[in-house]
């Protein structure tokens, strides 16, 4: 369900990948499941124009706060860093992925995109995936997708995450799923203006089943639990640091934020707040890793690969197996 009269939202729990728009039209991807002083973190990514929606880059974005929107512009105490940010008596639409994907399954589809997802839901379904743990975020979630359009699902139950990994890849072969084609794959990597070369980024993501093709179109799996680990520790920015560090545990890595356990005597920990380096590293690899050494006020030692949507300068790449 939807609601749509402002600070009606109030009681409402929010999820990472569900977007909040205000009164003045700007439509927001929510970052965090907590609020932080009573507002839902957030990037602003879709403004309401005349007959649609908008896209913003990150700078765009920004931008735009700075120069008109300053009070959606927020400084979190708890986590030592400037984002956006909407008080919540300032939502106005909260929209639900799942609810969204449950709803456009029951209709007929208006464009070429709601076609091939409905496609794409249908061979989940066949292949024995439970299309009620599923939401459908990005540009689908309030319709503002073009033709070129990808189709990006969330997934609630990591069970059924699992097993979405494992139709991807047996549809491939089947070649009722198609993988990437070079023009995709480029179109990808630009788009994340991410800090690993082409062939680094396209070597770590052919080996994750996370996303495909259908029909020429790209789409992207994500897992969202639900029910997130929950750090209540304040955490003050140290400064860029780099490591060389063997991974011990990588059960939260397809997570959001993705978290890797490390096997180092100081820094235990590496979380992403990105899509790029979700699932980038398996139980028992080296990796290289730059992102910004955060401390909390306990002492706890972690390095947040992500500070940013691009993480520009900070990134997790595999550099040999343990044998």
Same mark, same amino acid.
């Given at each position: ?12 729990? &929010?999820?990472?990948?569900? %977007?909040?728009? !205000? ?21 602003? /990514? ?6 649609? &929606? ?14 008109? &929107? ?29 609810? /969204? ?22 061979? %989940? ?22 033709? !070129? ?5 969330? %997934? ?66 994500? $897992? ?10 304040? &955490? ?9 560090? $063997? ?67 900070? $990134? ?8």
């Amino acid at each position: 369900m939807v609601e749509e009269r402002c600070g009606i939202d109030a009681l409402n729990s &929010y999820q990472p990948k569900d %977007f909040i728009e !205000t009164a003045e039209g700007l439509v927001f991807a929510v970052v965090a499941g907590d609020l932080d002083e009573e507002r839902v973190l957030a990037i602003l /990514r879709y403004r309401r124009i005349p007959g649609g &929606y908008q896209k913003l880059s990150t700078r765009e974005g920004d931008e735009l706060l700075k120069n008109h &929107y300053p009070h959606y512009i927020h400084y979190s105490k708890a986590r030592d860093v400037t984002l956006h940010g909407v008080h919540r008596d300032l939502v106005c639409v909260h929209h639900q992925p799942r609810q /969204r994907l449950r709803t456009m399954r029951l209709q007929t589809p208006h464009d070429e995109i709601e076609q091939k997802l409905h496609r794409l839901m249908a061979l %989940f379904e066949v292949n024995g995936l439970d299309p009620e743990e599923v939401g459908v975020t990005g540009s689908l979630l309030i319709g503002a997708q073009k033709r !070129t359009s990808d189709i990006d699902l969330l %997934f609630y139950r990591q069970t059924v995450f699992r097993k979405a990994r494992e139709i991807i890849k047996s549809l491939l072969t089947k070649r009722q799923l198609q993988p990437l084609d070079s023009t995709l794959w480029r179109e990808a990597y630009d788009r994340r203006g991410c800090s690993l070369t082409f062939d680094e980024y396209l070597w770590h993501e052919q080996r994750k089943y996370n996303k495909a093709a259908i029909e020429g179109t790209k789409f992207d799996i994500t $897992y969202l639990n639900p029910n997130p680990w929950q750090d209540l520790l304040c &955490y003050r920015k140290q400064g860029m640091h780099n490591l060389k560090v $063997y991974v011990v545990d990588d059960s939260h890595s397809f997570e959001y934020p993705a978290r890797y356990i490390l096997d180092h005597p100081a820094i235990k920990e590496a979380v992403s707040y990105t899509a790029t380096y979700v699932g980038q590293a398996v139980q028992g690899e080296q990796v290289a890793i730059r992102g910004q050494l955060e401390v909390s006020s306990a002492g706890h030692l972690r390095i947040v690969i992500g500070t940013n949507r691009e993480a520009t300068d900070e $990134y997790i790449k595999v550099l040999s197996r343990q044998h």
